[in-house]
T-cell receptor, first 110, second 116 residues
Framework: QQQVKQSPQSLIVQKGGISIINCAYE??????FPWYQQFPGKGPALLIA?????SEKKEGRFTISFNKSAKQFSLHIMDSQPGDSATYFC?????????FGAGTRLTVKP | GAVVSQHPSRVICKSGTSVKIECRSL??????MFWYRQFPKQSLMLMAT?????????EQGVEKDKFLINHASLTLSTLTVTSAHPEDSSFYIC????????????FGEGSRLTVL
């Protein structure tokens, strides 16, 4: 059973555009929602994370929007750059139980 | 910031041999570390949770005797792939939390295993 569903599977955005990746979770006990960025041949790097007591968190060009009632959260990348081209994973966790989305391959075209 | 380091980053071995991968927390202590396997263009699959000073907890379907995990200190966990076969070829990644079970989760750089 896939507890975290991520979409789209792949995304192509023009430089300067907004990239939006969505995730939905099932377990209401989850209390930590991170996003990871992974480049080929490298381990995932923590990008930004949110806890359910806030509806939005912004760090630079990256924003997480969180909708607790809908059990959904999304990553917005403003002013997308070619260097942002990578695979992005959302995750949801409670304690040591962390579930990952299937990943979104983002390509930012110059 | 917190850093999780893995070694080796790449290893090639012959079928039937054993390979050890190390995962270290460089500037913090980790009582729990996690080992993942990632196939090309796929998500991370949790293999096991490594607990300092006690036995690892394996996910369903992961062979304990094939993937030996040892967490002998608060900064080091090792994954040994025993009697490796070509189907064990994969990208193995470890992770650890800073600040206990509610802290941020950081990943190592990953280890690419190729079994000939």
């Amino acid at each position: 059973q896939q507890q975290v569903k991520q979409s789209p599977q792949s995304l192509i955005v023009q430089k300067g555009g907004i990239s939006i990746i969505n995730c939905a979770y099932e377990n209401t006990a989850f209390d930590y929602f991170p996003w990871y960025q992974q480049f080929p041949g490298k381990g995932p790097a923590l990008l930004i994370a949110i806890r359910p007591d806030v509806s939005e968190k912004k760090e630079g060009r990256f924003t997480i929007s969180f909708n607790k009632s809908a059990k959904q959260f999304s990553l917005h990348i403003m002013d997308s750059q070619p260097g942002d081209s990578a695979t992005y994973f959302c995750a949801a966790s409670k304690g040591n139980d962390m579930r990952f989305g299937a990943g979104t391959r983002l390509t930012v075209k110059p | 910031g917190a850093v999780v380091s893995q070694h080796p980053s790449r290893v090639i071995c012959k079928s039937g041999t054993s390979v050890k991968i190390e995962c270290r927390s460089l500037d913090f202590q980790a009582t729990t570390m996690f080992w993942y396997r990632q196939f090309p263009k796929q998500s991370l699959m949790l293999m096991a949770t490594s607990n300092e000073g006690s036995k690892a907890t394996y996910e369903q379907g992961v062979e304990k005797d094939k993937f030996l995990i040892n967490h002998a200190s608060l900064t080091l966990s090792t994954l040994t792939v025993t009697s490796a076969h070509p189907e064990d070829s994969s990208f193995y990644i470890c992770s650890a939390r800073v600040g206990g079970s509610t802290g941020e989760l950081f990943f190592g750089e990953g280890s690419r295993l190729t079994v000939l």
